[in-house]
């Protein structure tokens, strides 16, 4: 016998959830106030009081309280989620907003003078060692085609019995890539543990190509330094690398934040030999793990790419610079296979630690390395802590935990002051709107404050019909956007 269907599983009673609300009176008021949203897939609800400020007394000029002034009774704000897995709508706004941060720092524009074109800047990509043989793909420049994957003329076996050999010409999609051809061969502890370091070499790296600059500058006469906007993005083996987009300014001591251009005979090839040249300098040993003692080196692989940006024809440009990298902040593990995307605890951690995968051994590695050894005092458990104790915070990202999109602080703009840029648009969007329709406040915008007393009251759409409808009014303006940006380009040419 089959089982009734519930409520929300009924098609038909989502059906006429839909149709109420799309026959409602309200129905323009309520996409007005879900518009800031942008399609979000599991918006913040927010219920509570909302008050109009004066700037200057601190008098309170007007309060309305959500239940009673906003449809549904909530304000709705998008969950900001920068991973495209969670939620695209968000992570699409996110991925424009690092488009315009990295594409700022080398053409100009958000704050950054447009001088900054004609600074000698390079795209590199950083990779971590190999920590045993891997499925791979790679395409052979001269005819275009796949070449096997790992040929050998010896058919050695390993001290486990397997041949290390590969010959097939593996699909984009093939499963087995990024895959061990020996699983017992492969050093999953150190692989999980540079993951978790590879913010500090990133680190000591930007410190090393500072000091080797000083060479340079001392032979002009001058101060130089770099400044980046960075991405880390996940292989399929499940190890990080860094794409990073670096530029040369010219540093005047008595006004730091200045952005300079360095002297015209330095040239972008100068400064791609000195980001090779750090990258390969730099390296360190990890402190010793718990009553071991064991250290891991720390070291970038030997897959170094480091290409002038804007230096000439054939050369990559700013834009699919600037493109790549915004691509890459909005992704996590999904390459690696691995669907989790919340913190581990034990039972998830146990769930996904099977001993006869890649990724079951990199999340035991994780979380045992991790695990926090017994009769430690205060201060050694606060070094542990810092030093392995985030490989078990950090299981569902295989140990890495830093941030996947950084830059320094001079590189451009920031997310922040671009999101305050938008609020201000969508503000005085609305104003316009209140305007037209003869909404207008009653209060100056200009002398008043908004401070909010809210408080959650759920995450998501309250029902599968109001999350339709405001996907398809996002979908709408996306493409009304879209048509503006095409005219206004069209006009621009004619």
């Not at 424009?96 to 950054?112: N, P, Q, S």
């Amino acid at each position: 016998m089959t089982p009734p269907a519930r409520h929300h599983d009924d098609p038909s009673h989502h059906r006429r959830r839909l149709l109420r609300r799309a026959g409602s009176h309200d129905l323009e008021r309520w996409l007005t106030h879900t518009a800031s949203t942008r399609g979000c897939i599991r918006p913040v609800r927010l219920s509570g009081q909302i008050h109009t400020v004066d700037s200057t007394t601190g008098r309170i000029l007007d309060t309305r309280h959500t239940t009673t002034s906003m449809p549904d009774g909530v304000l709705y704000v998008p969950c900001g989620d920068r991973r495209a897995s969670v939620c695209p709508p968000c992570a699409e706004t996110y991925r424009a907003d690092t488009y315009h941060l990295i594409r700022a720092g080398i053409v100009g524009g958000k704050g950054i003078p447009a001088s900054v074109s004609g600074h000698p800047a390079v795209f590199a990509t950083f990779t971590a060692p190999s920590f045993g043989p891997v499925h791979s793909r790679s395409i052979n420049a001269r005819n275009g085609k796949v070449r096997p994957c790992r040929m050998r003329r010896t058919l050695t076996r390993c001290p486990h019995g397997r041949l290390l050999t590969c010959t097939a010409r593996h699909p984009e999609d093939a499963p087995a890539l990024g895959r061990p051809l020996c699983l017992d061969c492969y050093d999953h502890a150190h692989h999980v543990v540079w993951n978790g370091w590879a913010g500090e070499l990133w680190r000591r790296t930007t410190i090393t190509l500072t000091r080797a600059l000083r060479t340079l500058a001392k032979a002009h006469g001058i101060t130089l330094r770099v400044s980046y906007g960075k991405v880390a993005e996940y292989q399929r083996r499940g190890v990080v690398h860094f794409h990073a987009l670096i530029r040369l300014d010219a540093l005047d001591p008595d006004q730091p934040d200045a952005i300079l251009a360095p002297p015209a005979d330095i040239t972008a090839q100068d400064l791609a030999e000195l980001v090779a040249g750090s990258a390969t300098s730099t390296g360190f040993r990890t402190p010793g793990y718990a009553d071991t003692g064991h250290t891991w080196p720390i070291t970038w692989g030997p897959q170094l790419d480091v290409r002038p940006v804007n230096a000439g024809p054939g050369q990559i440009t700013s834009e699919a610079v600037a493109a790549y990298l915004a691509k890459y902040a909005t992704k996590a593990t999904e390459p690696t296979g691995l669907p989790i995307t919340a913190r581990m605890n034990a039972e998830t951690a146990e769930h996904y630690a099977d001993p006869d995968t890649h990724l079951g051994r990199l999340v035991a590695y994780a979380w045992q390395l991790g695990t926090t050894p017994t009769g430690l005092t205060e201060d050694e458990e606060q070094d542990w802590n810092a030093d392995y104790g985030r490989l078990r915070r950090w299981t569902h990202m295989l140990g890495f935990g830093g941030h996947f999109a950084t830059k320094s602080r001079r590189y451009s703009t920031t997310h922040k002051a671009i999101r305050a840029q938008r609020r201000d648009h969508h503000r005085t969007s609305r104003s316009d709107w209140r305007n037209r329709h003869g909404l207008a406040h009653a209060h100056d915008d200009e002398t008043t404050l908004i401070v909010c007393d809210l408080t959650l009251a759920g995450i998501g759409w309250n029902t599968t019909g109001d999350a339709q409808l405001a996907a398809d009014a996002a979908a709408r303006a996306r493409e009304h956007r879209q048509l503006a940006k095409q005219e206004h380009a069209t006009a621009r040419l004619a």
